[in-house]
T-cell receptor
Framework: KAGVTQTPRYLIKTRGQQVTLSCSPI?????VSWYQQTPGQGLQFLFE???????NKGNFPGRFSGRQFSNSRSEMNVSTLELGDSALYLC????????????FGPGTRLLVL | GENVEQHPSTLSVQEGDSAVIKCTYS??????FPWYKQELGKGPQLIID?????GEKKDQRIAVTLNKTAKHFSLHITETQPEDSAVYFC????????????????FGQGTILTVHP
């Protein structure tokens, strides 16, 4: 089975721009979660989508948004980029049931200049 | 919300020695505790997980123990090898149907493990 894929793998943007990241979950998985990883804050939960609905949201400003499509693929968007948004953005997929394993993709490394 | 503390932040061992990483959590409702290994340039990979109805779980050289009363859990790696060198993260989740943190993992700060040949 193919793993979680994320595109693009690397991205350079300037302050004020917006960015869209994409995640394709493992076949059959209905839940996609997004995490931000930085050296200072570690791994922080952004949001989770299950069957096209946002089921949970972390403590991030409204500039961070996401969506999930009927095929379970997910996108996250960051508007009005700030320098502090530079991070590795990780997507994880799971069946979406309680206490189910989340499988991570390789991440998208975003650099904001 | 949930808070997970992980210690030590760095751990250096000789090949063949054992390594132990410890985590504590704050939310007594947490019921799922995975451990991830992250190598440079890659996403976290699950190495073992434990659910709240089990006190210990073992998979070859890796074991995890859970003490729900004390709210802590530990990762034990025996007979370490250089390829075990990576960053290890513990996490906790109170995933349950209808729960407010469903699908959310709260991670520890990570432990950089270095295994010297």
């Amino acid at each position: 089975k193919a793993g979680v894929t994320q595109t693009p793998r690397y991205l350079i943007k300037t302050r004020g721009q917006q960015v869209t990241l994409s995640c394709s979950p493992i076949s059959g998985h209905r839940s996609v979660s997004w995490y931000q990883q930085t050296p200072g804050q570690g791994l922080q939960f952004l949001f989770e989508y299950f069957s096209e609905t946002q089921r949970n949201k972390g403590n991030f400003p409204g500039r961070f948004s996401g969506r999930q499509f009927s095929n379970s693929r997910s996108e996250m968007n960051v508007s009005t980029l700030e320098l502090g948004d530079s991070a590795l953005y990780l997507c994880a997929s799971s069946l979406g049931l309680a206490k189910e394993t989340q499988y991570f993709g390789p991440g998208t490394r975003l650099l904001v200049l | 919300g949930e808070n997970v503390e992980q210690h030590p932040s760095t751990l250096s061992v000789q090949e063949g020695d054992s390594a132990v990483i410890k985590c504590t959590y704050s939310d007594s409702a947490s019921n799922y505790f995975p451990w991830y290994k992250q190598e440079l340039g890659k996403g976290p990979q699950l190495i073992i997980d434990i659910r709240s109805n089990v006190g210990e779980k073992k998979d070859q050289r890796i074991a995890v123990t859970l003490n729900k009363t004390a709210k802590h859990f530990s990762l034990h790696i025996t007979e370490t090898q250089p390829e075990d060198s990576a960053v290890y993260f513990c996490a906790a989740s109170s995933s349950h149907a209808g729960g407010t943190s469903y699908g959310k993992l709260t991670f520890g700060q990570g432990t950089i493990l270095t295994v010297h040949p």
